[in-house]
């Protein structure tokens, strides 16, 4: 299973069937991509079994792939896109073993965004939502060269990556998107700007701790001793149960 918290992607793999826990262990794969060359490098290495093939993967589609290959490989991308890739590599022994890049054209046209709470709730201990009001996130960006938001939510709110696109508005003048907080908890906000033509800015995120939800007293326990009229006369203090 691999998990990235700035982006909030889940994934989870195969990694063989019926796989010896020594042949995955000695599969090891790396990946990385180089921006200014837009190409993504592998090496993967088994020195017992050997490697039989690395494929790279986008869209759920293999576009591209190594027979048998021996040190580093690579793919370059220019033409194929940005976004989300996919390394696998498979040993000879049939284990297999992935590796998840991010390609993005990152342009010094488009500044990251601002991300702030817009709420009338009152936090309490760097929680928001105990009085019952909205909490939205604002993510904003002066650029013109920005015409959409592309952002995720991970932890307690849970949104895969999501494009909206921003108003028109004056040259110079704030354009934003708001997203509403619902699900109690810690939610992470990651965001950037793009041009709508595949380049985007440096990301921005930021925490929001967000509970709405009123606890309940399921039980109620009084310990002392009880004196007449119904008064109780220990100085032991009542005790709730709540939730």
Do not use: H
Request: charged letters at 30%.
């Amino acid at each position: 299973m691999y998990y990235n918290s700035i982006y909030g992607k889940i994934k989870v793999d195969l990694i063989g069937k019926d796989i010896n826990e020594n042949d995955l262990n000695n599969l090891t794969l790396t990946a990385r991509y180089e921006k200014s060359l837009a190409t993504i490098f592998a090496t993967a290495k088994d020195e017992k079994k050997g490697i039989a093939k690395i494929e790279l993967i986008y869209k759920g589609e293999v576009v591209g792939e190594k027979e048998k290959p021996s040190g580093e490989v690579s793919w370059n991308i220019e033409d194929i896109g940005a976004g989300d890739y996919t390394v696998k590599a498979i040993s000879n022994s049939g284990a297999i073993k992935y590796a998840y890049i991010k390609a993005r054209n990152i342009s010094n046209k488009l500044t990251t965004p601002s991300i702030t709470i817009e709420t009338e709730s009152v936090a309490k201990n760097g929680w928001y939502g105990a009085d019952g009001k909205d909490v939205y996130i604002k993510i904003s960006t002066n650029s013109g060269s920005a015409k959409e938001i592309i952002y995720t939510l991970s932890g307690a709110s849970l949104k895969p990556e999501t494009t909206e696109s921003l108003p028109e508005v004056g040259e110079g003048e704030e354009k934003s998107i708001r997203i509403k907080i619902e699900e109690s908890g810690i939610s992470t906000i990651t965001a950037v700007t793009g041009d709508g033509e595949g380049n985007e800015s440096e990301p921005n995120y930021t925490d929001i701790k967000f509970d709405n939800v009123k606890p309940v007293i399921t039980d109620q326990r009084i310990i002392g001793t009880e004196g007449t009229n119904g008064w109780i006369k220990s100085v032991r203090r009542n005790t709730d149960i709540c939730k």
